[in-house]
């Protein structure tokens, strides 16, 4: 008899069914193969203890203080360690339970969606000159030549913007937004690029939305959320996706010292906020981006990236875009023609957790980058 260890990324089904486990033992085996770390902030000493309690009698564990057993604190902090099977099993059992374990039940299984969707690579276009990557800067015949270039690349969404939205950046007219996106949204449309990838506008204009919508683009890369209705009225009419950033302040004050008590609860509320917005405008497809860098420390960065997984829970596709962003310069002194490799392993780590959307500068290199990363994760022994 010989024995090794695997990798727990290695596609569950496919392993079990290597071995010739039969397709119900698959769906059962898979359940128990996956290992859940759940924080739960702020619960019920007396929810903890009976959730503990719950927990051990199926196989599943709770981590508490010392002095939850004997209810010395009105609440506590709590990790509970489950696979995919016994999460299943206790969102039935805490169902029954007072101190607000009901509330735990209804959301336990939330947690266990996983993004199943294939990974598809977002090149960034600007037409300003302010932008903070001078190699995303493209203007006439050339910003077109790139278009075409990234969607040769690779890329399977174009975005294009024509503010800059970098820390201390100054914003524009409406009018004047649109004489920048204008001329290549229109060489776009008579070149029917929209039929060879989709094009995103990165804008919360209702002027320049419209205008875009209207000329075969599909996504509107909104950094405020639907903070301006006129935009939310704009996607819903034309049955548009619109991408929901987070980020606290504008540009000028976004990373003046930005503060959370818990980042990932705080962009959580924020997602939920503005989703019942969009819904209530009639929108059905929905991005969800953490705002990487928008009003952010590289701690609430880095957590954000760690934890990406954790905003699956919302059902939609998550987008991570931190290409070539400062982030990487307070880990490791980079200037930013130098960042993409701190690029690529933010970008692959956010994709094993779930996003399925890059928004990248290189395409070519997250492309070849992404493709080895899915032969890796689908070896088999």
């Known amino acids: ?36 770390l759940i924080y739960i902030k702020d619960i019920k000493t007396p929810a903890a ?5 719950d927990a051990l009698s199926i196989g599943a564990d709770l981590a508490v203080s010392r002095d ?39 959301q336990l299984t939330d947690f266990l969606i996983k993004s199943n969707r294939d990974v598809k690579v977002m090149g960034i276009l600007n037409t300003n000159e302010d932008s ?26 174009i975005d294009l913007g024509g503010v800059s939205s970098r820390p201390g950046s100054i914003g524009v007219s409406d009018e004047e937004e649109l004489s920048r996106v204008k001329p290549v949204i229109d060489a776009i449309y008579e070149e029917k690029l929209y039929q060879k990838a989709e094009f995103s506008l990165d804008s919360y204009s209702p002027l320049c939305v419209e205008y875009a919508l209207q000329k075969g683009f599909s996504i ?38 930005p503060q959370y008590n818990n980042v990932i609860l705080e962009v959580d509320a924020f997602f ?9 405008f009639g929108i059905k497809k929905i991005i969800l981006d953490v705002g990487i860098g928008f009003g952010k420390t590289l701690e609430h960065n880095l957590l954000l990236i760690k934890h990406h997984a954790h905003f699956l829970h919302f059902g ?20 930013v023609n130098e960042r993409l490799p701190g690029t690529l392993a933010i970008h692959l780590k956010t994709i094993e957790e779930g996003a399925s959307i890059v928004r990248v500068h290189d395409v ?13 994760q689908e070896a088999l022994i």
């Open 1 to 36: 008899m010989e024995f090794y260890k695997l990798d727990s990324s290695t596609c569950k089904e496919e392993l079990f069914k290597k071995v010739g486990s039969t397709n119900m033992g698959n769906a059962i085996l898979k359940d128990k193969a996956n290992l859940n």
């Open 49 to 53: 203890n009976i959730l503990k309690q």
């Open 68 to 106: 939850t057993i004997t209810c010395k604190d009105e609440f506590t902090d709590a990790i509970l360690i489950a696979n995919d099977a016994q999460m299943k099993i206790l969102s039935k059992k805490e169902l029954a339970q007072p101190f607000g374990l009901k509330k735990l039940a209804n």
């Open 132 to 157: 903070f990557y001078q190699g995303s800067r493209f203007d006439g015949d050339q910003a077109l030549l790139h278009v075409k270039e990234m969607i040769e690349d690779g890329a399977k969404i």
């Open 220 to 257: 509107i890369n909104d950094i405020t959320a639907l903070e301006n209705d006129d935009v939310a009225r704009l996607v819903a009419k034309y049955d548009a996706t619109v991408v929901l950033m987070h980020k606290i302040g504008d540009t000028h004050e976004m990373q003046k010292n």
């Open 272 to 280: 939920e906020e503005r989703i019942q917005k969009a819904q209530s």
């Open 316 to 335: 939609y596709e998550l987008l991570i875009g931190a290409s070539r962003k400062s982030m990487i310069d307070k880990i490791c002194k980079s200037e």
């Open 364 to 376: 070519k290199e997250h492309v070849q980058a992404i493709e080895v990363q899915k032969s890796i």
